[in-house]
């Protein structure tokens, strides 16, 4: 069974980037099975579907527009995601989702959980670092992540005994 952790966002605009950059990070700091792939999806859009056509378990790490408190951390099962997801305002929302039902068309649509973190700046200006709570969100966010794999008996072995750092 392969399991595929994608990291989504724009790198270029600070928090927007998160998925991107708490994948390097956790790419770092455990090693994962071969039988999980982590991958860079940046604002690929389509050029996402074979990756996510290959995999049983897709497990997305990206931003959410929401009026929580920045660094506020959410896990959504695909349909609640497309519930609760806000008016899209950048080109990675509109054609992941479209991406998703692309492979639903083709009966290659995994098993797809979302976790997710409200941002403190989210569009503006160019700016390729995050704002402070995003790196403070990144044990957060990798506890969730180590409990939503868990649940799927995958059990990555930690490299650095320290804790996760930015």
């Known amino acids: 069974m392969q399991t595929t952790i994608l990291g989504l966002g724009n790198t270029l605009l600070g928090d927007?980037?998160?998925?991107?950059?708490?994948?390097?990070?956790?790419?770092?700091?455990?090693?994962?099975?071969?039988?999980?792939?982590?991958?860079?999806?940046?604002?690929?859009?389509?050029?996402?579907?074979?990756i996510i056509s290959s995999c049983n378990k897709l497990l997305v790490i990206d931003v959410i527009k929401s009026n929580d408190k920045p660094g506020s951390i959410y896990r959504f099962?695909?349909?609640?995601?497309?519930?609760?997801?806000?008016?899209?305002?950048?080109?990675?929302?509109?054609?992941?989702?479209?991406?998703?039902?692309?492979?639903e068309m083709i009966d290659d649509l995994p098993e797809t959980i979302f976790l997710c973190i409200t941002p403190q700046k989210y569009g503006g200006e160019m700016n390729l670092a995050m704002t402070p709570i995003m790196y403070e969100s990144f044990p957060a966010m990798t506890a969730l992540l180590l409990k939503e794999l868990a649940c799927w008996q995958i059990i990555p072995n930690q490299l650095n005994h320290s804790p996760i750092s930015t």
């Open 16 to 50: 927007e980037g998160f998925g991107v950059h708490f994948l390097k990070v956790i790419a770092k700091e455990y090693s994962f099975p071969e039988t999980l792939t982590l991958v860079d999806g940046g604002t690929l859009s389509y050029g996402l579907l074979d």
């Open 77 to 103: 099962t695909r349909t609640e995601m497309e519930l609760n997801r806000s008016t899209p305002t950048s080109a990675h929302e509109v054609e992941f989702f479209d991406v998703l039902n692309k492979a």
